[in-house]
């Protein structure tokens, strides 16, 4: 069955660090790509999605490229603040199905 | 209201009681999903509803949980006889009708269940 693998944390970075948390997906179909994030004491927000092959998702300086020959939707970010501290969630959502699937989530903990 | 609203966000009930979660979802959203975030872990799928049927319940963990939806809007999700082990929190998200796999799910900020 479909499903999302997204590297264990928690990640912890300086201030102005770059990041990367690794997502990988297994699916059948053409899956859209998600990445949602938790902060502190709030409920999962979208952060930024792609829907098709080589799209860019961007946002809030995130970044993920949908890449179908390596099924991967890595998470980037050049420049990490304190404020994103937060839990991030990967996640696939399959057309023509109602389920989303999430990783199980990856802590980043960014130091001032 | 603006978002996915959750009530009660707290809840600490004592081993073998049952708990009704609410759930009021996005005004228009056709869809309701609830899943249980366990400490450490993934979001767990339970249910999902379209309109007021749910065609999928297969991610119920057992017969004491049960989850309803009413006029196509609320949803209030049961815990029967509740154990150590259903101590998580349960997320209710919705989204609109349309092609779901670039939909946006909303979620709502949780109920925190506690087992003693």
């Known amino acids: 069955g479909d499903s999302v693998t997204q590297m264990e944390g928690p990640v912890t970075l300086s201030e102005e660090a770059f990041l990367t948390i690794n997502c990988t997906y297994t699916a059948t179909g053409y899956p859209s790509l998600f990445w949602y994030v938790q902060y502190p004491g709030e409920g999962l927000q979208l952060l930024l999605k792609a829907t098709k092959a080589d799209d860019k998702g961007s946002n809030k300086g995130f970044e993920a490229t949908y890449r179908k020959e390596t099924t991967s939707f890595h998470l980037e970010k050049g420049s990490v603040q304190v404020s994103d501290s937060a839990v991030y969630f990967c996640?696939?959502?399959?057309?023509?199905?109602?389920?989303?699937?999430f990783g199980t989530g990856t802590r980043l903990k960014v130091l001032a | 209201g603006a978002g996915v609203s959750q009530s009660p966000s707290n809840k600490v009930t004592e081993k073998g009681k049952d708990v009704e979660l609410r759930c009021d979802p996005i005004s228009g959203h056709t869809a309701l999903y609830w899943y249980r975030q366990s400490l450490g872990q993934g979001l767990e799928f339970l249910i999902y509803f379209q309109g007021n049927s749910a065609p999928d319940k297969s991610g119920l963990p057992s017969d004491r949980f049960s989850a309803e939806r009413t006029g196509g809007s609320v949803s209030t999700l049961t815990i029967q006889r509740t154990q150590q082990e259903d101590s998580a929190v349960y997320l209710c998200a919705s989204n609109p009708p349309g092609d779901y796999s670039g939909n946006t799910i909303y979620f709502g900020e949780g109920s925190w269940l506690t087992v003693v």
């Open positions: 996640a696939l959502g399959t057309s023509g199905t109602y389920k989303y699937i």
